[in-house]
């Protein structure tokens, strides 16, 4: 239906718990997250929040990408929640709503979720974008989830700054290449103060 703005932090819905989706309402919300996510290169999941609908609805398709070694396509997760979580493991991720950040994120190697479809079984890197997608639902993002602000949340090199505003692509819990710098060791520099009261 649209390719919608995906909102970034700090928008308040981003931190919100959102509403169990009601019938009706969730072909038009799927339709946009869909249509949302096709527009960012190697975007593997989004959720309803993050393009201003407060509802329990998130799609995930890891099939395309490189990091993903089981998969089962297109996954529209409506009223999702984790009904089995076993294992753990840390991996990078980013996320669309804070598009100049990634993170080393622990999370279950294998989840069972139930939906308004069912249950699928998620292992790996597809079940690390169902997580990071069902957190969005409860207003979690993945800065939450990190064990050290300092030593594991990284700054995007690759992202310039110099192609305005609405031009950063991301891939939502798609983690990124390591030419990243630690957010920790470069920011030592204490930053000029004074001209507030
Ligand atoms: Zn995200």
Known sequence: ????????????ILKEVALPAQAGESER??????????SFERCV????????????IAVVD????????????LLTLVNPRILEAEGSTVAREGCLSLPDLTANVRRATRIVVGHQSGETECHGFEARAVAHEIDHLDGILFLDRVESL?????????YASDSGSGSSTGSD?????????GLGG???K????????
Request: aromatic share 2%; hydrophobic share 35%; no cysteine.
């Open 1 to 12: 239906m649209a390719v919608l703005e995906v909102l970034l932090y700090p928008a308040p």
């Open 29 to 38: 919300v799927i339709a946009d997250l869909l249509d949302t996510m096709g």
């Open 45 to 56: 999941g989004i959720a309803a929040p993050q393009i201003g609908h407060g509802v329990r």
């Open 62 to 73: 890891v099939s395309e990408h490189p990091k993903a070694d089981t998969s089962n396509g």
């Open 150 to 158: 300092v030593d594991d949340v990284f700054r995007r090199k690759s």
């Open 173 to 181: 819990a798609g983690g990124s290449s390591p030419a990243e710098r």
């Open 186 to 188: 470069a920011s030592s």
């Open 190 to 197: 204490p930053s000029p103060r004074g001209r507030t009261g």
